[in-house]
């Protein structure tokens, strides 16, 4: 048992089910308890779908354990073909079912219906929704793709690409746009949008576009050995990795290509004098690996921050993350715990954090500026207007998404100069957000934490006896000087500088000598 208050991802037939609403024409089949229904929202809500998922559930009741839920099973997989006549059928089980053993696979063959029936064995208590996403498409790809002639012209499949995606919509677009663009015709983007016949002719492509590794990897090894199929490491989200994809493509096809690169504006925004002040910012970064590894790389070498802290939730991904991690001075942090998560954060004191809908509310709690730059994230970030994160249009959309949350330059230096103002002060937040940060003051905030009591009692850590340190007022007048989303790094680095030297009551000269021990 694990205590559990928000999870990163849900259970694998989650996964299944973004992939087979994503696609048209395919049928999932799910043995699952009632209520189990309530999957239905994350599309019809949080994806805004007009439609309901193509899902029949069996929705068994506690009074059908006693009888025969195989029959329930089997009855409902024929009543959801009859009724939508897809082109396949997925069949599974939920967490619940699971545990009841029908073999759901072994039950829709005995009905011998006459389209495909694929059969999922997700593992509920072992994986997430990602693997089960990546595993349904596989299944499906393994399948239904059949051996076909490769297209005249140099063209890719885009693999990846689910419902309930974050940004999938908007970066299959710039994707297929930047590659016709190019000269490279998209023959199938699978699952988002492909049908099972569409499916059946992937391997007509030249080669695979490996979108989002998460969803797709699997099926881009299979397409790969079993069809001859290269596919790209690349994930083109920011401009580096967006040129680093085409040289890739230009590698595979053998193509010279030249992007056209007049819409892009990230280099240049980022390059003018306004983006000074974004140098060095601490950032702290969480997410899917994939997206968290290209934000740090954005966030450091296309924007000037500092990255203090990279992880990811999905374990799956943790060996290419610790090495980029590594590359960048940083430990990873791997972890679905967002209790460690945000642990981490208030230890790394960041000025912005990049992270998912969690650490959005972590930021809130914190009163730190915070961007959403990956799954999970809640209806705000499925948005009406075009918001790819991959692609030229991407790299525009990430720089203002990355500078939005901080405070602008003219602000940020006047705060520096004017203390007290009754309008533009720490306590109102940035004033482009137009509302007032009231953050209160807790231990632990990285606003400002309260003095120690003096006479606290000493605590023992790590063997070692910890000196309980007294901030004096005129240390902590000095203190509040400082700009409050680098106040709790200041206060934070002058408590172990004290600590280390023993000094048990910090005022003003202890706060200085800190200072300029760690300007060294
Ligand atoms: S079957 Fe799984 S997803 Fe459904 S209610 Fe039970 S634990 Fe939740």
Same mark, same amino acid.
């Given at each position: ?16 089910? /973004? ?22 929202? &994350? ?57 009841? @053993? ?64 974050? /940004?999938? /919509? !908007? ?10 663009? &190019? ?45 001859? @199929? ?26 010279? &290509? @030249? ?161 007290? !103002? ?51 007022? !005129? ?44 300007? /060294?």
């Amino acid at each position: 048992m694990k205590l559990a208050m928000w999870t990163y991802e849900g259970p694998p037939h989650v996964g299944a089910m /973004r992939v087979a609403t994503g696609m048209r024409g395919l049928h999932y089949v799910l043995h699952a308890p009632q209520g189990d229904t309530y999957a239905d929202l &994350l599309f019809t809500m949080i994806e805004r779908r007009g439609e309901r998922p193509p899902v029949t559930y069996t929705t068994f009741q506690a009074q059908d354990l006693g009888a025969d839920t195989a029959t329930l099973f089997k009855d409902a997989a024929r009543v959801a073909y009859e009724r939508h006549r897809p082109e396949a059928m997925i069949v599974g089980a939920s967490c619940t079912a699971e545990l009841i @053993q029908d073999d759901p696979g072994g039950l829709a063959a005995a009905l011998d219906l006459p389209v495909p029936v694929i059969p999922l064995e997700l593992p509920s208590y072992q994986r997430k929704e990602n693997f089960g996403a990546d595993e349904t498409f596989y299944r499906i790809v393994r399948a239904l793709a059949a051996p076909c002639e490769r297209t005249a012209q140099a063209s890719c499949n885009l693999l990846g690409p689910t419902g309930l995606g974050f /940004r999938h /919509r !908007d970066d299959a677009e710039e994707i297929c746009a930047l590659l016709e663009g &190019l000269g490279i015709a998209v023959n199938v983007v699978a699952p988002m949008g492909a049908s099972p016949s569409d499916v059946a002719r992937l391997p007509a492509a030249h080669f695979n576009v490996l979108m989002y590794p998460e969803t797709a990897e699997a099926a881009a090894r299979y397409l790969e050995k079993e069809h001859g @199929q290269p596919f790209t490491r690349t994930v083109p989200i920011g401009v580096d990795a967006t040129r680093g994809f085409l040289a890739e493509v230009a590698g595979i096809t053998g193509l010279a &290509l @030249q992007a056209d690169e007049s819409r892009l504006r990230l280099p240049w925004w980022s390059a003018s004098v306004d983006s000074t002040y974004l140098t060095g910012k601490r950032v702290f970064v969480f997410g899917d690996a994939t997206h968290a590894m290209a934000a740090a790389r954005v966030a450091r070498d296309e924007m000037g921050f500092e990255v203090c802290g990279l992880g990811c939730y999905n374990r799956e991904y943790a060996r290419p993350l610790r090495a980029l991690a590594g590359e960048m001075g940083v430990e990873a942090l791997v972890t679905d715990d967002h209790l460690e998560v945000e642990a981490a954060i208030e230890a790394a004191a960041p000025e912005l954090i990049l992270g998912t809908q969690m650490e959005r509310h972590v930021g809130k709690r914190l009163g730190v500026a915070t961007a959403v730059i990956s799954a999970p994230v809640h209806v705000q970030d499925f948005p009406a207007r075009h918001s790819p994160l991959m692609g030229h249009e991407g790299a525009n959309v990430l720089f203002d998404t990355l500078v939005h949350p901080l405070v602008m330059g003219l602000e940020d230096h006047l705060l520096h100069m004017f203390r007290g !103002d009754f309008e533009f002060s720490d306590e109102a937040g940035p004033s482009h957000h137009g509302a007032t940060s009231t953050v209160p003051e807790r231990p632990g905030d990285l606003r400002a934490a309260p003095p120690a009591q003096p006479g606290a009692e000493a605590a023992a850590a790590g063997g070692s006896t910890r000196l309980e340190v007294v901030w004096l007022p !005129d240390a902590e007048d000095e203190l509040r000087k400082i700009p409050f989303f680098v106040r709790g790094k200041a206060r934070r680095n002058t408590e172990g500088f004290a600590q280390e030297r023993g000094i048990a009551r910090i005022d003003r000269e202890t706060l200085y000598e800190a200072k300029a021990h760690f300007a /060294r």
